[in-house]
């Protein structure tokens, strides 16, 4: 209850802090945009060190006083040096793979300090997930695991760097708000159809390592042993290698238009589907979507991925 409490104070408190939108990368923090307040531990010491000056007042006991006066010196200082940990540094990019709707997309956040100062214990946090960030000099990398819920482009929004170091009395923080779209590809189709029929027979393409032998040739340097024909070699004095053919599948169309009689988003999981499994099977496969959208055909992780962008960015239906 008092987390959820504190979460939300913290939303309703974000709105009134630097950055108010978003802002292109790379992101520098200057002193104006790092916050630091007193932890409860810091709260503690305070009231201690407050107390402990009275007494020492009360009683004239310089040693105490003393004391007291370098506790409080120690605390104004972690202050200061919390302030540092965070002042300087920079956000110089957001990435990620993207995934399917539904499994956490994994997110790099890379950071840069170009003072080269050393940064110890701090942490990052966007849309209530939270990661460690390795000490640093110059450059680190935050990865952050971030739920995934419907496809399209997917806002991190702001995402907050934060630290108790070093004492622990103070918290220092500050926001970042990239201005980046992460990619989240349509889920597929759990348990879905085969790859509709494709029109013509097959055909078949030459490979070394086939099933039906095609033709001899000469040796080439990286070929296998496997694949060295030595009797007709020995025969004619010099290396010959087996050719084989391997048979390979007809051109397989995924068509939004034959899927008809399925709402909107069960098309575009079911096609998504299809593209999965004809990269699965090694069939070349051509889509077609809806504004004479047509892709391929090819086959292969760059059209896979041109295909799956295109079923995330089609409108709602």
């Known amino acids: 209850m008092a987390t959820t409490l504190r979460q939300r104070a913290s939303r309703r408190l974000s709105r009134f802090a630097r950055p ?56 104004l200082a972690s202050l200061i040096v919390a302030h540092l ?9 957001v990435s990620a793979d993207p995934v399917a709707a539904g499994q956490p997309l994994r997110v790099q956040v890379a950071l840069s300090a170009r003072d080269h100062r050393s940064r110890r ?45 070093p004492l622990g009395l103070a918290r220092a923080w500050a926001w970042f708000w990239p201005r980046q779209s992460l990619l989240v590809y349509p889920a597929p189709e759990s348990h879905g159809p085969p790859l509709p029929e494709a029109g013509g027979g097959g055909r078949a393409r030459q490979q070394a390592s086939g099933e039906d032998v095609h033709h001899l040739r000469a040796y080439r340097a990286g070929d296998p042993l496997r694949a060295i024909a030595w009797k007709p070699s020995a025969r004619r004095d010099h290396l010959l290698v087996r050719e ?11 068509a939004w238009s ?5 709402p909107g988003e069960q098309r575009i999981r079911r096609l998504a589907h299809w593209v999965d499994l004809a990269e699965r099977e090694g069939r070349r496969y051509r889509l077609r979507l809806p504004g004479d959208i047509v892709m391929g055909p090819s086959q292969g992780p760059a059209h896979r991925h041109a295909c799956l962008r295109a079923l995330a960015l089609l409108p709602d239906a």
Not at 258 to 262: D, N, Q, S
Request: hydrophobic share 50%.
């Open 20 to 75: 108010r939108q978003a802002e292109p990368l790379p992101i520098r923090l200057d002193r104006r945009r790092v916050y630091v307040l007193p932890t409860g531990f810091g709260l503690f010491y305070a009231v201690l060190v407050i107390a402990m000056l009275v007494g020492a007042l009360n009683y004239n006991n310089n040693p105490a006083l003393l004391l007291a006066l370098l506790l409080a010196s120690a605390g």
């Open 85 to 93: 940990q965070l002042s300087g540094l920079c956000l110089d990019a």
């Open 121 to 165: 214990g701090l942490r990052l946090a966007c849309q209530d997930v939270s990661g460690p960030v390795p000490p640093m000099t110059a450059d680190a990398v935050v990865e952050l695991s971030l739920p995934t819920h419907r496809r399209g482009w997917l806002d991190p929004g702001r995402m907050r760097l934060w630290t108790t170091q």
């Open 244 to 254: 084989f053919e391997q048979p390979v599948g007809a051109e397989v169309e995924l």
């Open 258 to 262: 034959v899927l008809a009689h399925l």
